[in-house]
């Protein structure tokens, strides 16, 4: 793809791989796992039993209080999740005929394994609070049919009774099925922006149907990140000042409808997604244009992403154990000085989590089952 000289032709034209990878993206993905991690700093008061406390203690946290839209919309970076999958899924299978083993295999070394470890890890944590304190903590709805569901990455699936164990996957266990979906996609239609649009419209109009869930809702957001890389790669590279200028401006207006939502009754996918796929757009041309460097040395906070997400409740739990058993009062973690100290404990415990386990797992799986795939680049996303 490229050039604007025929339109037409290019809504028609199959949209095809960059072949490079934008480490712009992965930054912002960084930094919405870590918009997360911020939102659910408030599951230190829902510990169960004596360990609750009120949400007014969260006012005793200063930085929290800079971070005020993080803080009571940090959830919304959900969202944002789905839509650079489907950016990066893009990136990587736009013209390409996958078959379903190697699609699969991919998927499962990138997720399961961190999935698995970090649920095992959950499992062991949650018997021991029940074993010492009598109760669970955080996530209360932990048994043999819920781990089943977690086990094999179903918690979202519509067969839960309520949040249990390492709660926040819940997020890749919707987006799996749209991966299944992107896939039969790619694999048997050439995928044009005029057939994407199709395909997003279809999941938009079901997700206005009452009770349709979030698989869909995930289905919305993925395929308006690939309609995204789809008008990414209408520009050629001496077009990015263009690119630039019209992702600002979506920006801009996307804003400007999501401000004027808070008082009329304005969707949220409606203002939301233009503005994370315009997003996108600006931070690739900015990226292109100028911040290269930049943006190739934020890479860390990129390949953190996946362990951030699983970890951080798994050390909640563990902290909140600790006040269970007398170490510590749940009282003081309600302050500036221990959210630094948790922020920075998640970020090191993802780091070492992503050397140590999260990428020789996913080499070893992709090398036992097919050792060509491991020249091949890793999927970095979700």
Excluded at 61 to 68: H, R
Excluded at 244 to 273: C, I, M, N
Excluded at 294 to 313: E, N, P
């Amino acid at each position: 793809m490229g050039s604007f000289l025929n339109p037409l032709t290019l809504l028609k034209s199959e949209v095809t791989a960059a072949g490079r990878n934008f480490h712009s993206v992965d930054f912002l993905r960084g930094i919405a796992a870590l918009s997360v991690v911020v939102f659910h700093f408030k599951n230190f008061g829902g510990g169960g039993a004596d360990l609750v406390r009120p949400a007014s203690m969260l006012d005793n946290v200063i930085l929290l209080q800079w971070l005020e839209p993080i803080r009571h919309h940090g959830s919304l970076a959900v969202m944002a999740f789905w839509a650079i999958s489907g950016f990066v899924f893009m990136n990587v299978y736009s013209g390409k005929r996958p078959d379903g083993f190697s699609f699969f295999i991919r998927r499962f070394a990138r997720l399961y394994p961190l999935h698995f470890f970090t649920l095992v890890v959950v499992a062991l944590l949650q018997f021991v609070a029940v074993a010492s304190l009598g109760h669970s903590i955080i996530y209360h709805q932990n048994d043999v049919w819920s781990f089943g569901l977690h086990l094999f990455m179903a918690s979202e699936w519509g067969l839960q009774h309520g949040q249990s164990f390492n709660y926040p996957i819940w997020s890749v266990s919707a987006e799996v099925l749209i991966y299944a979906v992107f896939w039969a996609f790619v694999r048997y239609l050439p995928l044009n922006l005029t057939r994407l649009f199709f395909i997003w419209l279809a999941f938009q109009l079901l997700a206005l149907v009452p009770g349709s869930g979030l698989i869909i809702l995930c289905g919305v957001y993925f395929f308006g990140g690939a309609i995204a890389y789809s008008i990414y790669r209408l520009w050629d590279d001496d077009r990015q000042g263009m690119l630039l200028l019209f992702g600002a401006f979506g920006l801009t207006a996307s804003a400007a409808l999501g401000f004027v939502g808070r008082s009329v009754d304005v969707p949220l996918t409606a203002w939301l997604l233009p503005a994370i796929c315009s997003g996108l757009l600006l931070l690739v041309a900015a990226e292109n244009l100028w911040l290269g460097k930049f943006f190739r040395r934020t890479r860390t906070v990129g390949d953190i992403t996946y362990s951030s997400y699983l970890w951080h409740s798994p050390l909640q739990i563990l902290i909140l154990l600790g006040a269970g058993w007398g170490l510590w009062s749940v009282d003081s973690l309600f302050n500036d000085a221990f959210f630094v100290f948790y922020l920075a404990l998640v970020c090191l415990v993802s780091f070492l989590s992503f050397q140590w386990i999260e990428r020789p797992a996913q080499r070893w799986v992709l090398a036992r089952y097919d050792p060509a795939m491991v020249r091949k680049p890793l999927i970095a996303a979700p």
